[in-house]
């Protein structure tokens, strides 16, 4: 490698002021009242937002594809044409009430990536390549990370096209309105060969931003299982019924929530063990409950840990049904992924040259990467979001943050793709 | 008192046929497809049925009276015509989606005591009334009790009957029209002396049918108190969030509910302890709660106890908020009521000369009676209902656990009238 294409050439060339103003011109699709967007997928807020893309990519003369499900690429072309890409991004569309960051982060730091190369004048033997995958967040069209899925052949691509959103409107017919508000990008099939790929995200959690460190370095993704625990009892007048004649769901139930909190209990505070909706009928306070429905979200790293924690759960809840009638339902199941290591190492090894502080970490949440990483070699840059608050019109994040993350994300990338 | 006024020889006319076919015809008025009623205090459907207690009377010459909130009075005169009536009775009103005993059981049970007085040619010295209290269960108009609290001088009048239905109709409004439908019906002022109460009612609990015995003694009603708890913790992202960083309202609310659980045991099982209302917010699968609110309904015969009980309550949700927010609120209380034991014991006196096994308890469930208690020495007779089952279309009672209770109650109301 020639001394003129050292990836810290490139991420020194990083512009936080060029980054941030990005991301605000970006939050004007969709803007809400309250500082965050709704630009959900396939949406004319979401075809607004890649124009801005294309605007900004053609500037710098970089090629722009789209594929079958509508995933939008900007390629700067390396020495060896034939070579297959290093890949950046994230997605641009938003939940209902989401932020400003959350996708749109990692599409921007990538593009800032190829302004930075750009600018500073750095070859690369592979092409690089910036993606904005279609429909991450799946809330106007269910499931999400639809583009990721589809092109990582995970996702049926004739399927997916046929979702229709609440008011009748299909995947197909969204994406054609898309496509013909950004002309001048060329369709390309996706599933092609990919080198290696990176996504920088805001982390969405509170761990970086504790610990005072700019750069998480992501090593993977939980594993995640859901259940439904369906508890029946019987309804009751509450002064007539004694409580040894009782079967109270709602009694049931909550000894069912403590003795698995106990169970989950780990000293290093890994597992995620959350009863999020926890709904009790007929919720009179003068009848005893005849009926508690719960859900569990169950995430940890370890796929071992999460099949032990998993088949303690059945167990437990009945040994704790106190005469009510118990059935858990696993409803949701997405296995850990761990990213691969020579990616989470370049990754980390530009932190520390750099000199950022950062810190190894597990994403808790779902991303496009989780399907990148079935196919080529993936991983992750995380910064620090504020209070760990994301999926809300509130959600924020430091300019110098943001900055630090794309500066990692740089160096990375001209050294995977001068590999 | 002479032989033939022996209260068993009146006790022995009771007719079970009879007393079934009437509250079978009551159940006419408002009856629902599933086998209730649904007969709302002061509706046409109330009523109706009062018009058929005004000709049951009439054929046996009872005099009719109503008072200031529509008690209405079948009053069937003594040899001494100044002395202080003897009274029974209950309500004719129903819940929404009520049953055919709760309460017209009572009216009922009253009435067949007078045409059980009438055709044994008993004569008592004081005068013997059957009423049919207003609105007690406060379906329609809230509060309920309101017949026997304006009765007691505990309620206001001017106030209940300014008290608007969903509609905006006033009791006042509708009680007009319920007078009109029921002519021949003289008023006379309520809160007048009483010389003895007695209440026949259905358990409206499992206990009597448990133990197999067809006549429950009521010591008295139990006190109650009504608490709401409300936690407040912080929403946030079930995967990404470790758990020592949250504030997770749920698994607050249940370390509560299992903390109080253990406090409220008693091995006599008397303390009744109930969580009926558990609200979760925002009731994501993925999302920590950030809020919970939770009633408590706490009840026991012994005001100290419910005192020491109730005092514990603070101190336990506070121990257990684990950074949350926690408020505790008293909404209602009801100290419990004690019945005259010479009533108490008359009626005891009265079940067991008639041969009917039984047991004395304690109402778990409100009445009339309770504010009757304030005012007249009072007493109540419980009959088995079916599984405990009431507050519902599917109530049930067998016809000579009824007649059973009637024959206690006639017994006991001739014995009461010629003190």
Chains 1, 2 share one sequence.
């Not at 810290?8 to 967007?37: F, H, N, P, Y």
């Not at 921007?108 to 390549?129: D, Q, S």
């Not at 599933?191 to 931003?209: D, K, M, R, S």
């Amino acid at each position: 490698m020639k001394a003129s294409n050292h990836p810290r050439i490139a991420a020194e060339r990083v512009s936080e002021t060029r980054l941030w103003q990005r991301l605000m011109d970006l939050a004007v699709c969709g803007a809400t009242g309250k500082g965050g967007v709704n630009r959900q997928a396939l949406s004319p807020e979401d075809a607004a937002a890649r124009r801005l893309m294309v605007t900004w990519g053609e500037a710098i003369g970089v090629q722009l594809f789209t594929d079958e499900i509508g995933n939008l690429y900007l390629r700067r072309e390396g020495t060896e044409a034939a070579a297959a890409p290093v890949v950046t991004g994230s997605h641009l569309d938003s939940q209902p009430m989401g932020g400003k960051f959350d996708g749109a982060y990692g599409v921007m730091a990538g593009l800032e990536a190829l302004y930075a190369m750009h600018e500073a004048g750095v070859e690369t033997k592979r092409p690089v390549e910036v993606v904005a995958w279609t429909n991450e967040e799946g809330s106007r069209f269910q499931p999400g990370t639809m583009g990721s899925g589809v092109f990582a052949g995970k996702m049926d691509l004739a399927e997916v096209l046929a979702v229709r959103d609440r008011a009748g409107i299909t995947v197909a017919q969204a994406l054609e309105a898309v496509l013909a508000a950004t002309p001048g990008v060329k369709a390309r099939p996706g599933g092609f060969p990919i080198a290696a790929y990176v996504e920088a995200h805001i982390e969405q959690g509170p761990l970086l931003e504790r610990a005072g460190k700019p750069i998480g370095v992501v090593r993977g993704v939980q594993g995640l299982r859901w259940f439904a625990i369906e508890v029946l009892g019987e309804a009751a007048h509450a002064g007539t019924t004694p409580l040894r004649h009782r079967k109270d769901a709602l009694k049931a139930a909550t000894a069912m929530v403590t003795a698995l909190e106990e169970a989950m209990h780990d000293d290093t505070d890994t597992v995620r063990f959350t009863v999020g909706r926890f709904e009790v009928e007929p919720g009179s306070p003068n009848t005893v409950p005849a009926r508690v429905l719960f859900t569990i979200d169950l995430r940890h790293p370890e796929a071992a840990v999460l099949d032990r924690l998993s088949a303690g759960i059945a167990p437990l809840c009945d040994a704790n049904a106190r005469g009510c009638a118990v059935t858990v339902t696993q409803t949701t199941e997405a296995a850990p992924t761990i990213f691969d290591p020579a990616v989470v190492e370049t990754i980390d090894r530009w932190r520390r040259d750099l000199g950022f502080p950062g810190m190894e970490m597990v994403s808790g949440a779902g991303h496009d990467a989780v399907y990148l990483a079935r196919v080529c070699p993936s991983g992750m840059i995380f910064v620090p979001c504020e209070s760990g608050i994301s999926h809300n019109e509130i959600e924020s994040a430091t300019p110098s943050d943001l900055a630090a993350g794309t500066k990692v994300l740089t160096a990375a990338l001209v050294d995977l793709a001068n590999r």
